[in-house]
């Protein structure tokens, strides 16, 4: 079965901090990742995903993850914090083989202070 | 925008009672799913469908059923509410091509009293 998991249910940054949230899977086959954002009361947006091919895939608003095979994690950073990231971070993992469908980890609030 | 509508975005409901949610999708796509979030467990897949009349059970399907009798509309249904059914519910569709990204509905905020 597959599983994520997201270390740390808050994050605290300044504005213009770094900003990284972590993200490790478990998968028995080659996985699909995904990182998702939600604003309060609204859906999820998708931010960025890896599917095949370059590990370090790039999303919206200055968001990155790198796919690490070796260490089975998919961290999102992006070099600056602003105010206008302060949401809820979610990670997912699809399931490639079987159930087509997306497991995601407890996800983690980001806060940004000014 | 994948066209996914849910209705009603807001319920309350006494204990006991069925509820039934709707989602409604506009571009034929195969599957479809139900999630709730609460908080510090994200989401959980309740029930899926990959077809018309095609479903089964995610991780926390007891107490809900599901339909889909038309390619455009999944139902959620709560058999006899409890409180611990108090969540938001989210429906989703992944689209055959694309890499398999979700699009999610604006969600439904139930609550069980």
């Known amino acids: 079965a597959q599983s994520v998991t997201q270390l740390g249910s808050h994050v605290s940054v300044s504005e213009g901090a770094l900003v990284l949230l972590r993200c490790n899977y478990s998968s028995s086959v080659p996985p699909y990742l995904f990182w998702y954002v939600q604003y309060p009361n609204q859906g999820l947006q998708l931010l960025l995903k890896y599917t095949t091919g370059a590990t370090l895939v790039k999303g919206i608003n200055g968001f990155e993850a790198e796919f690490k095979k070796s260490e089975t994690s998919f961290h999102l950073t992006k070099p600056s914090a602003h105010m206008s990231d302060a949401a809820e971070y979610f990670c997912?993992?699809?399931?490639?083989?079987?159930?087509?469908?997306?497991?995601f980890g407890s996800g983690t609030r980001l806060q940004v202070q000014p | 925008d994948a066209g996914i509508t849910q209705s009603p975005r807001h319920k309350v409901t006494e204990t006991g009672t069925p509820v039934t949610l709707r989602c409604h999708q506009t571009?034929?796509?195969?599957?479809m799913y139900w999630y709730r979030q609460d908080p510090g467990h994200g989401l959980r897949l309740i029930h899926y469908?990959?077809?018309?009349?095609?479903?089964d059970k995610g991780e926390v399907s007891d107490g809900y059923s599901v339909s889909r009798s038309k390619t455009e509309d999944f139902l959620l249904t709560l058999e006899s509410a409890t409180s611990s059914q108090t969540s938001v519910y989210f429906c989703a569709i992944i689209p055959g091509t694309g890499g398999g990204e979700a699009f999610f509905g604006q969600g439904t905020r139930l609550t069980v009293v």
């Open positions: 571009e034929n796509h195969r599957y």
């Open positions: 997912a993992v699809l399931h490639a083989t079987g159930r087509r469908a997306l497991t």
């Open positions: 469908s990959y077809g018309v009349k095609d479903t």
